[in-house]
C-alpha cells in the first residue's frame, strides 16, 4: 500500500508524472475546467473538502517552485488568500526554496488552466479560491 499523504489514485498519478515547470490546478467549485484537460472531481457537497484541504494535501506531495493566483481573491476573499499566503510561506521553509508567487486576472487565469496537466475541483464554495501549482524539481 501506498505510503504518501495523497491516497487518491488519479492525484498521485498525476503528481508523479510532473516534470519541471508543469502546471496542476486546484480549484473552488465554481472554475470552469477547459474539456481537454483532465478532471479530477473531489467535490462531495458545499464547502467539502474545502480548498485549503485539497491544497494542503496536494503539496504535501508535490515539489513546487511557482504559484499563480487570480488576483481579484486580494479583495473578494482576503482572509483566504491570507491563508494561502501563509501555506505557501510554510511550504518554502520546508521545501527550502523560494517559491514565486505571480498574480493574473480571473480570466488570464482561467486561460491557463488549459495548459495544466490536470484540474483538481474541491468543493469550496468561496470566491477565487484557485491556484495553479508549477511544478520544480527536488534536486
Do not use: W
Amino acid at each position: 500500500m501506498k505510503k504518501g499523504p495523497v491516497l487518491n489514485s488519479e492525484i498521485s498519478a498525476v503528481i508523479s508524472r510532473l516534470g519541471h515547470t508543469d502546471t496542476l490546478v486546484v480549484c473552488d467549485a465554481g472554475l470552469p475546467v477547459p474539456q481537454n484537460t483532465q478532471r479530477i472531481d473531489m467535490a462531495l457537497t458545499q464547502g467539502v473538502p474545502g480548498f485549503m484541504q485539497v491544497l494542503e494535501v496536494v503539496t504535501a506531495e508535490m515539489q513546487v517552485e511557482a504559484a499563480i493566483i487570480a488576483s481579484e481573491i486580494e479583495e473578494q476573499n482576503p482572509q483566504l488568500h491570507e491563508t494561502l499566503l501563509k501555506h505557501i510561506e510554510q511550504l518554502q521553509q520546508h521545501q527550502g526554496n523560494t517559491i514565486n508567487v505571480r498574480y493574473v486576472t480571473h480570466e488570464q487565469f482561467k486561460k491557463q488552466t488549459a495548459d495544466s496537466q490536470a484540474v483538481i475541483r474541491s468543493g469550496e464554495c468561496s470566491p477565487y479560491a484557485n491556484i495553479i501549482l508549477c511544478a520544480g524539481v527536488t534536486f
